[in-house]
């Protein structure tokens, strides 16, 4: 399993960017997959997540109404649009996929339903 973000960057506040994970390995159509963030200093916290058929989405209240999970099942990607972009939004976002046995299940927002996870993009908000 392999997971490629790419997309972030510098941008200043109520900007916007496109996330994007590229991933390889596994059947994507089959699991959900999340976006978790983790700021300087802090831990990690889950964004956004996305049902493997899409029908279902879950984002943090931090995020709701700015940021849009999505995916392209044909493409093997999965994105997030994030407007309106805030200084605390600043930090590394990383792209996950839950373990190979969980299989057509909604794994929610919890890291530890997590097993595989991408390298992480860095995005940064200036006021």
């Known amino acids: 399993v392999q997971l490629q973000a790419s997309g972030g960057g510098l941008v200043q506040a109520g900007g916007s960017l496109r996330l994007s994970c590229a991933a390889s390995g596994f059947g994507l159509e089959d699991y959900s997959m999340a976006w978790f963030r983790q700021a300087p200093g802090k831990g990690r916290e889950g964004v956004a997540s996305i049902s493997n058929s899409g029908d279902t989405k879950y984002y943090a209240d931090s995020v709701k109404g700015r940021f849009t999970i999505s995916r392209d099942n044909a493409r093997n990607t999965v994105h997030l649009q994030m407007n309106s972009l805030k200084p605390e939004d600043t930090a590394v976002y990383y792209c996950?996929?839950?373990?190979?046995?969980?299989?057509?299940?909604?794994?929610?927002?919890?890291?530890?339903?997590?097993?595989?996870w991408g390298q992480g993009t860095q995005v940064t908000v200036s006021s």
């Open positions: 996950a996929a839950p373990p190979l046995n969980r299989l057509n299940a909604y794994t929610g927002l919890r890291p530890y339903e997590y097993e595989y």
